[in-house]
């Protein structure tokens, strides 16, 4: 056997691996729907002036067992707004890293990959993560700067346990400040939640977002990625259209008609997506069914 053979081997080749980027956990107690598994208050009782962490231990180590009973090998942790704790130990997100070998372990498995990470309000929602790890918990630290960067220091980011939303001088934080904050300055990455259902990028928020144009017109964050050059991914783009109305649509065209130096390729296919609306439009009518707005 030579060289290259004990090389083509060992090669596996590409492979599938189970993820799920958006999972919560009892930290988001607002969202966390088992009462089982519901975070003691302190959540590190002392006994005998040392703080207890069995209970929060145990948690974690249940969360991981469920995680890794659906086979799954990468989780993407974005509760809302991460955690109000400012000692890392009270982070339920400390231990699930800390006992994650050892349900590896006990599940004769492989460690899952863990991204720390953040859902965040910014009229819609995104989902905030950073680079994964299996054991190291000085990780998270990254996440929750970055948090507190965005304008959600620790002691403001709940009010009781209800998260609140990412404003500045009583506006939401606009996308592309998020984007260079996580993405640029903290090695993140930023990605949409629930992509079609409410408060998300997809299905038009109701605010606006100020782009700084020449006309200083408020734009959907939608539109704000159609002119920013973001269609050079239309698999994206026309994913994000099929939830669209025509109202959307039509109103977007006119928009980027008008932008500065409009990309040929994405006008035509706006004006070809519009098209195809309106033929909706028409035939829902003729058989009563308006299911396009």
């Not at 996580?182 to 100020?210: C, N, P, R, W, Y």
Request: net charge negative; glycine share 6%; proline share 5%.
């Amino acid at each position: 056997m030579t060289g290259n053979d004990t090389v083509t081997d060992s090669y596996r080749g590409m492979r599938w691996f189970k993820c799920d980027l958006h999972v919560h956990t009892p930290e988001d107690s607002a969202h966390w729907l088992d009462d089982d598994m519901h975070l003691a208050s302190p959540r590190r009782p002392r006994t005998e002036g040392d703080p207890d962490e069995e209970d929060i231990q145990h948690k974690a180590r249940k969360y991981l067992e469920r995680c890794y009973g659906l086979g799954l090998e990468v989780i993407g942790v974005s509760d809302h707004n991460f955690s109000d704790c400012s000692e890392p130990r009270d982070r339920f997100l400390t231990h699930v890293i800390q006992q994650n070998n050892t349900v590896a372990e006990k599940m004769d498995t492989k460690p899952i990959w863990i991204f720390p990470g953040f859902e965040v309000d910014i009229g819609y929602h995104v989902v905030c993560l950073f680079p994964p790890t299996q054991r190291k918990v000085n990780r998270i630290d990254a996440t929750d700067a970055a948090l507190s960067a965005l304008g959600l220091p620790q002691g403001g980011r709940f009010d009781g346990a209800n998260p609140q939303p990412l404003r500045g001088e009583d506006a939401y934080v606009p996308l592309r400040q998020l984007l260079k904050i996580v993405q640029e300055e903290h090695g993140g990455i930023v990605i949409a939640a629930h992509a079609f259902s409410d408060k998300t990028l997809a299905m038009f928020a109701t605010h606006g977002v100020d782009l700084d144009t020449a006309d200083d017109r408020k734009i959907t964050p939608l539109q704000s990625a159609l002119i920013e050059g973001a269609t050079s991914n239309m698999r994206l783009f026309h994913l994000l259209l099929q939830k669209s109305s025509l109202k959307n649509v039509s109103e977007t065209l006119v928009l980027y008609a008008s932008s500065p130096q409009p990309d040929q390729s994405t006008l035509a296919r706006l004006q070809a997506w519009q098209a195809e609306l309106k033929q909706r439009v028409v035939f829902a009518q003729n058989f009563g069914n308006l299911a396009i707005r």
